[in-house]
T-cell receptor, first 113, second 109 residues
Framework: DAGITQSPRHKVTETGTPVTLRCHQT?????MYWYRQDPGHGLRLIHY???????DKGEVSDGYSVSRSKTEDFLLTLESATSSQTSVYFC????????????FGEGSRLTVL | RKEVEQDPGPFNVPEGATVAFNCTYS??????FFWYRQDCRKEPKLLMS???SGNEDGRFTAQLNRASQYISLLIRDSKLSDSATYLC??????????FGAGTRLTVKP
């Protein structure tokens, strides 16, 4: 158990509304990631963080922003949700740079109507 | 062209069968390779890392062919509990891990 929790686990919202997903970890890991998973695409990196207030864009960052004001929390925000952002969102932490192993949260299923 | 490509399957095999999955990658600078397993509606979990010399973990064998840019996963003596989606993961550094779309395996009695 890598001590990662995501909230909310399920959310239905309407186009144009803001949405924030939260990832919380209890083991003081430096690297945290947000991925989205869609059929036929696998997991794609949205943003990642390598420390408090240190973040960078991933492969599919358009329409998303992130913040990390504390080591334990990594927030993903959709400023104005669109139907194309309907997806399952996974937060992950890097278990160790030597192993390259990612530990994932249980996922947040977002539906944008 | 996707950076990491996998046959989506599904692979339907009987218990006890041997099954192999391949994965190709396009970035020749890739340094790290992994297989993850994902059960339906669950998060992915690391199955095994893939080393240049190939490696084995019980019934699972992973191999890497850098010249042809593919990795493989062999599962021997398949169990019902092996039913899952297997994700190929490739990285040129540990902050940019690229996932394949996954290969779905169903093992039947």
């Amino acid at each position: 158990d890598a001590g990662i929790t995501q909230s909310p686990r399920h959310k239905v919202t309407e186009t144009g509304t803001p949405v924030t997903l939260r990832c919380h970890q209890t083991e003081n890991h430096r690297y945290m990631y947000w991925y989205r998973q869609d059929p036929g695409h696998g997991l794609r990196l949205i943003h990642y963080s390598y420390g408090v207030k240190d973040t960078d864009k991933g492969e599919v960052s358009d329409g998303y922003s992130v913040s990390r004001s504390k080591t334990e929390d990594f927030l993903l925000t959709l400023e104005s949700a669109t139907s194309s952002q309907t997806s399952v969102y996974f937060c992950a932490i890097m278990g160790g740079l030597n192993t390259g192993e990612l530990f994932f949260g249980e996922g947040s299923r977002l539906t944008v109507l | 062209r996707k950076e990491v490509e996998q046959d989506p399957g599904p692979f339907n095999v009987p218990e006890g069968a041997t099954v192999a999955f391949n994965c190709t990658y396009s970035n020749s600078a890739s340094q790290s390779f992994f297989w993850y397993r994902q059960d339906c509606r669950k998060e992915p979990k690391l199955l095994m890392s893939v080393y240049s010399s190939g490696n084995e973990d019980g019934r699972f064998t992973a191999q890497l062919n850098r010249a042809s840019q593919y990795i493989s996963l062999l599962i021997r003596d398949s169990k019902l509990s092996d039913s899952a989606t297997y994700l190929c993961v490739v990285s040129d550094n540990n902050n940019d891990m690229r996932f394949g779309a996954g290969t779905r395996l169903t093992v039947k009695p």
